[in-house]
Nanobody
Framework: QVQLVESGGGLVQAGGSLRLSCAAS????????MGWYRQAPGKQRELAAQ???????SSAESVKGRFTISRDNAENTVYLQMNSLKPEDTGVYYC??????????????WGQGTQVTVSS
């Protein structure tokens, strides 16, 4: 299994910025897709942004133009730069990774979640 450790959440005023990081570790593996889901209070978890090993990205319409996902393959780390934050961005952000060991895919790995709170 791949272990994911997140950092970078916190409290920020509307219009501010935060940068989330998620580092993967574990025994020998290769990671294809990494990204972030988020879950607002009382709502379902939704995909915020994701990136493949070759740098192909996709993101939710609600964050386009404000959030940028990037990745350091050498460090197995994914970042989410969040700018122009809005109160509706408040929630717990979960990192995920889709990895494989040789030809065998592993179950999706999840981070523990990091709280992002945007005050109005």
């Amino acid at each position: 299994q791949v272990q994911l450790v997140e950092s970078g959440g916190g409290l920020v005023q509307a219009g501010g910025s935060l940068r989330l990081s998620c580092a993967a570790s574990g025994s020998t593996f290769s990671i294809d897709r990494m990204g972030w889901y988020r879950q607002a209070p009382g709502k379902q978890r939704e995909l915020a942004a994701q990136i493949t090993s070759v740098g192909t990205t996709s993101s939710a319409e609600s964050v386009k133009g404000r959030f940028t996902i990037s990745r350091d393959n050498a460090e197995n780390t994914v970042y989410l730069q969040m700018n122009s934050l809005k109160p509706e961005d408040t929630g717990v952000y979960y990192c995920f990774a889709d990895a494989s060991r040789g030809p065998f895919p592993l179950p999706r790995s999840w981070g523990q979640g990091t709280q992002v709170t945007v005050s109005s």
